[in-house]
């Protein structure tokens, strides 16, 4: 589904990722670790199109990435879902509204998202809170809230870049079993961490990075650093 | 679909407008200053066009005729200046006229009349009032009397005087300060109207970039550049609509004072004139507001809508 041929990025003279070449199939729950610095964000970043590799390229479904144009683009980011450590909510509009946005977008009727949001909202539990505004939420609320906006179009990838950074392990335990239950319905999942507890809980594929490059790759995920 | 979108787009940029709460005042604030400027100087280009034709219409050309100069001679001099084009108006008095209007003028003065009396023939000529249609041209009127040779009677001249003379310097300076004051306007009001809206449009574009993360956030959750952008223009054209009427409010008791201060210095009273071409003027102000806000909010998020 995802295949990154011998990337490298460099900003300025940093090199953030090396050589990296990753293969990911449809329907996997891969978790990547590092310490800070490793270069986990800039490979979602990779992803997303928000940024473009120095050397090598990456593929989404045998489509090379960085060669859509900003139409294409558009559409590739409907298929994919994500999830921030810092939320990244839209501050202006409520609970409701954040998670209907990515719908309409999309271009979804008003009857499809009167009735996919509420379903959604529930699924993380945040029925009661429909109406409040990011501000008003809890961290770990405010992840659940990011959560479902992923996952309410039905994106073909998850992508998680630390989403338990900012929570405590309540919530983090709680984000952890709503994308392991995702994962389960069908929908890949690309996890950033650097919480050992978190990787021993989901018990699959990992991929460790260090200064940029691949030193692992274990299939029964263990967090080794 | 089309429909969908533009119905969703209205409403999320109202939904914004109204929920940014300061950041819509501050933006409003900006913008009704800028067309407070636009309309202040409509206002000053109104009340300096009412003064200056107030003066212009003061600027005259008299040519006295001698006392007892054949009227038909005169009337032959009226044509031929009506068929000057820069004459606008010309208006004859004759002898008998000349003098009623004397005495009109010195009823209190006893002695003058008396004296006037005692007088067998009226001393008085005949004149020949001329407006031109700009005071620049009354050179070219006042040359029509030096060089005609109807003018003369028996090679004596018909013609006592013509005071453009004696005017021709306050003329010529009136017209160079007239001249002036208009080009200097123009200036001022181009110059006024640029740095307001450059304020206005720095103010959206900082307003807009401390909403870049959000911007970034919406592509990122599969929003096409269009569907960005449509509530952050609906939000500046609200942002012009509501300055516009803030704007077209103050108005009202900025003008009656106005009108009250200055009507006598200007030879315009304000208020009447706000009220008289308010449409127009309300018109100018929503669509410099719609216009500013929505040019200033497309520019300043395609920075953010590249790649």
């Given at each position: 589904m995802i295949y990154f041929n011998n990337v490298t990025k460099r900003y300025n003279d940093n090199?953030?990722?090396?050589?990296v070449t990753i293969a990911i199939a449809p329907g996997e729950f891969v978790s990547i670790v590092g310490h800070?610095?490793?270069?986990k964000t800039t490979l979602t970043k990779l992803i997303l199109a928000e940024e473009s590799p120095s050397e090598g390229t990456v593929f989404f479904e045998s489509v090379?990435?960085?060669?859509?144009?900003n139409r294409e683009l558009t559409n590739l980011r409907r298929k994919i879902g994500v999830v921030f450590q810092d939320f990244r909510?839209?501050?202006?509009?409520t609970a409701y509204e954040n998670i209907a946005f990515a719908m309409e977008a999309s271009g979804k009727t008003d009857d499809q998202i009167a009735e996919d949001v509420p379903h959604v909202l529930d699924l993380v539990d945040l029925s009661h809170r429909a109406?409040?505004?990011?501000?008003?939420?809890s961290g770990g609320e405010k992840q659940r809230l990011a959560i479902a906006r992923a996952i309410i179009t039905q994106p073909e990838l998850i992508i998680a870049d630390?989403?338990?950074?900012?929570?405590?392990p309540v919530n983090t335990n709680e984000v952890v079993n709503i994308l392991k239950k995702i994962n389960d319905l069908g929908t890949t999942i690309l996890l950033t961490t650097h919480n050992r507890s978190v990787i021993d809980q989901i018990k699959k594929r990992v991929i460790t990075l260090e200064n940029g490059r691949v030193i692992r790759d274990d299939k029964d995920g263990k967090y080794v650093i | 679909m089309a429909l969908i979108y533009t119905k969703r787009i209205i409403r999320s940029g109202y939904r914004n407008f109204r929920r940014s709460g300061f950041t819509s005042l501050a933006s409003i604030l900006i913008m009704t200053i800028t067309l407070f400027v636009i309309t202040s100087l409509i206002f000053v280009h109104a009340a300096l066009t009412a003064s200056l034709s107030d003066i212009r219409e003061k600027v005259d050309v008299t040519a006295y005729f001698v006392p007892g100069a054949p009227e038909n001679n005169i009337m032959d001099i009226k044509s031929g200046l009506e068929?000057?084009?820069?004459?606008r108006e010309i208006t004859y008095t004759s002898q008998e006229e000349a003098l009623s209007l004397f005495r009109e003028r010195h009823a209190d003065d006893y002695l003058t009349l008396q004296g006037l009396d005692l007088?067998?023939?009226?001393?008085l000529g005949a004149s020949l009032n001329i407006k031109a249609?700009?005071?620049?041209q009354y050179e070219s009127i006042a040359k029509y009397f030096d060089t005609n040779?109807?003018?003369?009677r028996n090679n004596l001249s018909?013609?006592?005087?013509?005071d453009y003379h004696q005017n021709k310097v306050v003329i010529d300076r009136l017209t160079s300060i007239i001249n002036g004051a208009e080009r200097l306007g123009f200036v001022l009001a181009f110059a006024l109207i640029l740095i307001s809206i450059v304020i206005t449009f720095s103010t959206i574009r900082l307003i807009i970039y401390m909403a870049r993360e959000e911007i970034n956030v919406m592509r990122l959750v599969g929003a096409g550049s269009r569907y960005v952008r449509g509530p952050f223009i609906v939000s500046g054209i609200l942002v012009g609509v509501s300055a516009a009427l803030i704007t077209a409010i103050l108005f009202f008791p900025v003008s009656i004072w106005l009108g009250n201060q200055m009507t006598d210095f200007v030879g315009l009273n304000l208020f009447s004139y706000y009220k008289a071409n308010f449409l127009q003027l309300f018109i100018i102000m929503l669509g410099s507001g719609v216009i500013i806000g929505s040019i200033s909010s497309i520019f300043a998020i395609n920075r953010y809508l590249r790649k």
């Amino acid at each position: 589904m995802i295949y990154f041929n011998n990337v490298t990025k460099r900003y300025n003279d940093n090199t953030s990722l090396e050589d990296v070449t990753i293969a990911i199939a449809p329907g996997e729950f891969v978790s990547i670790v590092g310490h800070s610095g490793a270069g986990k964000t800039t490979l979602t970043k990779l992803i997303l199109a928000e940024e473009s590799p120095s050397e090598g390229t990456v593929f989404f479904e045998s489509v090379d990435i960085h060669k859509l144009s900003n139409r294409e683009l558009t559409n590739l980011r409907r298929k994919i879902g994500v999830v921030f450590q810092d939320f990244r909510l839209l501050p202006n509009k409520t609970a409701y509204e954040n998670i209907a946005f990515a719908m309409e977008a999309s271009g979804k009727t008003d009857d499809q998202i009167a009735e996919d949001v509420p379903h959604v909202l529930d699924l993380v539990d945040l029925s009661h809170r429909a109406g409040h505004f990011p501000r008003q939420l809890s961290g770990g609320e405010k992840q659940r809230l990011a959560i479902a906006r992923a996952i309410i179009t039905q994106p073909e990838l998850i992508i998680a870049d630390e989403p338990t950074g900012n929570l405590d392990p309540v919530n983090t335990n709680e984000v952890v079993n709503i994308l392991k239950k995702i994962n389960d319905l069908g929908t890949t999942i690309l996890l950033t961490t650097h919480n050992r507890s978190v990787i021993d809980q989901i018990k699959k594929r990992v991929i460790t990075l260090e200064n940029g490059r691949v030193i692992r790759d274990d299939k029964d995920g263990k967090y080794v650093i | 679909m089309a429909l969908i979108y533009t119905k969703r787009i209205i409403r999320s940029g109202y939904r914004n407008f109204r929920r940014s709460g300061f950041t819509s005042l501050a933006s409003i604030l900006i913008m009704t200053i800028t067309l407070f400027v636009i309309t202040s100087l409509i206002f000053v280009h109104a009340a300096l066009t009412a003064s200056l034709s107030d003066i212009r219409e003061k600027v005259d050309v008299t040519a006295y005729f001698v006392p007892g100069a054949p009227e038909n001679n005169i009337m032959d001099i009226k044509s031929g200046l009506e068929k000057i084009p820069e004459v606008r108006e010309i208006t004859y008095t004759s002898q008998e006229e000349a003098l009623s209007l004397f005495r009109e003028r010195h009823a209190d003065d006893y002695l003058t009349l008396q004296g006037l009396d005692l007088l067998s023939e009226n001393p008085l000529g005949a004149s020949l009032n001329i407006k031109a249609k700009d005071p620049s041209q009354y050179e070219s009127i006042a040359k029509y009397f030096d060089t005609n040779s109807a003018l003369s009677r028996n090679n004596l001249s018909i013609i006592d005087k013509v005071d453009y003379h004696q005017n021709k310097v306050v003329i010529d300076r009136l017209t160079s300060i007239i001249n002036g004051a208009e080009r200097l306007g123009f200036v001022l009001a181009f110059a006024l109207i640029l740095i307001s809206i450059v304020i206005t449009f720095s103010t959206i574009r900082l307003i807009i970039y401390m909403a870049r993360e959000e911007i970034n956030v919406m592509r990122l959750v599969g929003a096409g550049s269009r569907y960005v952008r449509g509530p952050f223009i609906v939000s500046g054209i609200l942002v012009g609509v509501s300055a516009a009427l803030i704007t077209a409010i103050l108005f009202f008791p900025v003008s009656i004072w106005l009108g009250n201060q200055m009507t006598d210095f200007v030879g315009l009273n304000l208020f009447s004139y706000y009220k008289a071409n308010f449409l127009q003027l309300f018109i100018i102000m929503l669509g410099s507001g719609v216009i500013i806000g929505s040019i200033s909010s497309i520019f300043a998020i395609n920075r953010y809508l590249r790649k």
